[in-house]
């Protein structure tokens, strides 16, 4: 075909694998139990995760009742710093 050579030998195949896959023949190991620390990790976070974020809903519903009236109050020079300082910790890390 083309030139190309379909007829590949298995030292071929192995050496067009990614160096982890021709270098690992056998099954991947069984991973090792979870250690007491990593049981109650993973169950504080699989709690944290299935947890509602606290949301004051009044305030919400205060906040909405404003904004549908167009009473809210905007100070865009603090979203403006607020923003920039945001900006500036992501760069950071």
């Known amino acids: 075909m083309d030139g190309i050579d379909t007829k590949l030998s298995t030292s071929d ?3 067009l694998r990614p160096a982890s896959v021709a270098a690992s023949p056998a099954a991947p ?6 250690t007491a620390q990593q049981q109650a ?16 809903t009044k305030k919400v519903e205060a906040i909405r ?5 167009g009473a809210y109050p905007i100070d865009e ?10 900006d500036v910790v992501v760069a950071k890390d």
Do not use: H
């Open 77 to 86: 020079r603090a979203i403006a710093a607020k923003m920039i300082a945001l």
């Open 29 to 34: 190991a069984t991973p090792a139990a979870p």
């Open 13 to 15: 195949l192995a050496r």
């Open 65 to 69: 009742a404003l904004i549908g009236q």
């Open 41 to 56: 990790t993973a169950n504080l976070i699989s709690l944290l995760a299935d947890a509602a974020p606290p949301i004051d």
